[in-house]
């Protein structure tokens, strides 16, 4: 059934192997010694290590891109399922991958039936096109076509435009889809939120990154240097700061180059801006909230003075979306996930955290229901507390949306599953309860068709 194989040719293959394998060593070596200052050695060993994702990058184009959830939690279940049901005045922006339609899709749910009042479907096509072709976005342009763009948590503006971003440029698109602006200054991810002026705080991937004025000897080709940014909704960048300077700024250089034996390209993951809108007895008006996952840490800042105000560390692991919840409180979603020899673990669940300034001290809300209801997301996802208090959960990482009552109690679920019985991820969705905001998207729908 197989060949021989002439032995010298065998003894040739592992010779010429052995070879390549101290060659390589001796450049990782002169590599991690020098740095980039011996640019051939840094060149060979980055397009070498590069080879498996780039790789991976040509798999997914060729065999198309499943974005289905790792592990079906919910058997089953699909769409809007009904439990202590009570219909609402709120809209849900649901932003998901429709494994149906095969791309991402925005979608605005009426609350009292769950029906769809409006949806999005931007031209991804379009937006790849008039991205400017810069060194940060060749990574994006390999990856993404219209079944990988993710249109991450979306925010509807006054007049029912829509602005998102998918680890991309910023996007703003109209009513009926039309793009209206891209702003492809840089990498934008994770969060949008808007501030006291109507501006807009958005994390982006600082290009080329700050660090090296730093550090010598670092790839700023390959360090997240993330950054906190305000653009206008004319498109203007009005502010930009680097994480990792506002940190050595600080003396606080330890978070970046003084943890573990190894150094790390993504020590920050920034992944929620929260804006402070009015002034309180611990914060100012245009101060903003910071989450640092990979530091567990949410830091309070203050652009106008260049002034960390607080950082806050306890009882929350790899954290995201930090909401303020009244004069001295702030929500957190903990996603309570722990670093192991065996990767990342949740444990028990994922839970919100009320941290209290006043006080200094947390607190867990629903967190006996949200064991029951084996609430739990490895990475991602965000939460909203009501007025009346209930509780609005994304679980991203498995697809699942739950709206919690002021009294812990399931009012309905939504689950991500297409017509081929796979559930897929969902994108940030959030709830609307700005009514004058919603009765005006609602008169809108009626009088305009697109």
């Given at each position: 059934m197989f060949k021989k194989i002439e032995i010298w040719i065998l003894y040739l293959v592992i010779i010429l192997f052995t070879i390549l394998l101290i060659a390589y060593g001796s450049l990782l070596k002169e590599e991690l010694i020098k740095g980039q200052k011996n640019r051939i050695a840094y060149k060979v060993v980055n397009f070498i290590s590069d080879l498996p994702s780039n790789f991976s990058f040509l798999i997914k184009n060729w065999s198309g891109v499943d974005l289905s959830v790792e592990k079906d939690r919910y058997v089953e279940k699909k769409g809007f399922i009904k439990h202590n049901f009570k219909p609402r005045n709120e809209l849900l922006l649901l932003s998901r991958y429709d494994g149906d339609l095969k791309q991402s899709v925005i979608e605005l749910i009426d609350l009292k039936k769950f029906s769809i009042i409006h949806s999005w479907t931007p031209n991804v096509n379009e937006i790849?096109?008039?991205?400017?072709?810069?060194?940060?976005?060749?990574?994006?342009?390999?990856?993404?076509?219209?079944?990988?763009?993710?249109?991450?948590?979306?925010?509807?503006?006054?007049?029912?435009?829509?602005?998102?971003?998918?680890?991309?440029?910023?996007?703003?698109?109209?009513?009926?889809?039309?793009?209206?602006?891209?702003?492809?200054?840089?990498?934008?991810?994770?969060?949008?939120?808007?501030?006291?002026?109507?501006?807009?705080?958005?994390?982006?991937?600082?290009?080329?990154?700050?660090?090296?004025?730093?550090?010598?000897?670092?790839?700023?080709?390959?360090?997240?240097?993330?950054?906190?940014?305000?653009?206008?909704?004319?498109?203007?960048?009005?502010?930009?700061?680097?994480?990792?300077?506002?940190?050595?700024?600080?003396?606080?250089?330890?978070?970046?180059?003084?943890?573990?034996?190894?150094?790390?390209?993504?020590?920050?993951?920034?992944?929620?801006?929260?804006?402070?809108?009015?002034?309180?007895?611990?914060?100012?008006?245009?101060?903003?909230?910071?989450?640092?996952?990979?530091?567990s840490i949410i830091i309070l800042f203050r652009p106008n003075t260049n002034k960390i105000i607080r950082i806050i560390s306890g009882p929350f692991f790899q954290q995201h979306d930090v909401d303020i919840l009244s004069e001295e409180e702030i929500s957190i979603f903990n996603n309570n996930t722990i670093w192991t020899p065996k990767g990342e673990v949740i444990k028990k669940n994922s839970e919100i955290i009320i941290y209290n300034f006043k006080t200094n001290k947390f607190t867990k809300k629903f967190n006996d229901q949200l064991i029951r209801l084996s609430f739990k997301s490895e990475t991602e996802g965000l939460h909203h507390i009501l007025n009346d208090s209930s509780l609005f959960l994304e679980e991203q990482n498995y697809g699942r949306i739950l709206l919690l009552n002021n009294k812990g109690d399931l009012e309905w679920e939504y689950i991500n599953r297409a017509k081929n019985g796979k559930v897929y991820i969902l994108n940030w969705s959030s709830i609307i309860d700005d009514y004058k905001l919603i009765n005006y998207i609602k008169k809108m729908k009626k009088n305009k068709k697109c």
């Open positions: 790849l096109k008039l991205t400017e072709n810069k060194k940060e976005f060749e990574k994006f342009k390999i990856e993404k076509n219209s079944k990988s763009f993710r249109l991450f948590n979306p925010l509807l503006t006054d007049n029912g435009n829509i602005i998102f971003q998918g680890f991309s440029p910023l996007v703003k698109i109209d009513f009926c889809s039309n793009i209206l602006w891209i702003n492809d200054k840089d990498i934008f991810h994770h969060s949008i939120a808007k501030d006291y002026d109507g501006n807009f705080w958005i994390p982006t991937q600082n290009y080329p990154s700050k660090i090296a004025k730093y550090i010598d000897g670092i790839d700023i080709n390959t360090f997240t240097d993330d950054g906190i940014t305000k653009i206008s909704k004319e498109n203007k960048i009005l502010y930009n700061k680097s994480v990792t300077e506002i940190l050595f700024e600080h003396n606080l250089a330890n978070m970046i180059i003084g943890k573990l034996n190894t150094f790390s390209n993504d020590p920050i993951h920034l992944n929620d801006i929260e804006p402070v809108l009015e002034d309180g007895p611990f914060w100012k008006k245009g101060d903003v909230f910071l989450s640092l996952r990979h530091q």
